[in-house]
Each structure stands twice: as C-alpha cells, then as structure tokens.
C-alpha cells in the first residue's frame, strides 16, 4: 500500500491596528492585520503545522521561536518553503491540503483564489489540490466577536513523485 501521510494544524491570531493582513501568502486589504512575531499568517502556520505533523516533525514555534529576533516580522511563506524542505528530504510531497478560515471579518471568498495560486505554487502542487473555504462562529466566542481569526487545516502527503 501507498505510504500516505495525513496532519493537522490549527492556528488562532488576534487581530490588531497598524498591520497587514496576509492570509495564505496573499495580502488582504482589512482595517486589521494579526498580532504575531510574524507576519501573522495564520493561514500558513496552520498549514506548516499540518505537513510537519504528518512527518512527525517538531512544530513551526520549534522550528521558529518567538524569541528569535532574526526571524521577527518573517515573511511566513519562508516557514512553508522550511516545511516543504523537510518533507522533501523525508521523500514526501502534497497529496492535498483542505483550509478552513474562522472569522467575522473578512469575507474570505473574493480572496480564496488568490490564496489557492499562491499557496499551490509554494507546495509545489497544483490549484485543484488546495482547497480553501471560510465560516463563522455565529457572533460567538473569540472569532465571533471579531477579536480573532482562527484556522484549521488538514494535509495530505504521498510519496513524491521521481
Ligand atoms: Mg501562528
């Protein structure tokens, strides 16, 4: 049988004044960005978070500590292309990956594409493998009351191909 892979991620951020927005590598215009030692992407961490996982890898804080100053405000497509090393030199590749985004604001779909172009490319796979769809939690909770984003995602791998 196939050696697949299957993790989870999952990634909440505050959000704040005074700083971007990025989502699945993508910027998105918003009165609010998220707090974070990065740039915040929440998208991105949980997606890492998930491919390590799969591999039974240390987690992106262990890769990435907010302590180091090297890495303050890091473009956080670095840390999937660092994801995507690894699981390289493990012989894996994306089989799929499926990205759920919790929040009031903003509405994700106008931007889903854009993030699925953008993440594919940083996969190395191809659009019609990386899903990416939105909901709220109804005015509840941290997400609800528009405080926070949060997401979770769920990747597959495979053997890479030669
Ligand atoms: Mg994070």
Known sequence: MTDIRIGHGYDLHRFIIGKKLMLGGVEIEHSHGLAAHSDGDAVIHALADAILGAVALPDIGQCF?????????IDSAEILKHAMKLIKQKGYG?????ITIITQQPKIAPHAEAMQTKLAELMHTTVDRINIKATTEEGLGATGTGEALAVHAVVLLRPASA
């Open 65 to 73: 500590p907010d302590t180091d100053e090297q890495t303050q405000n």
């Open 94 to 98: 994306i089989g799929n990956a499926d």
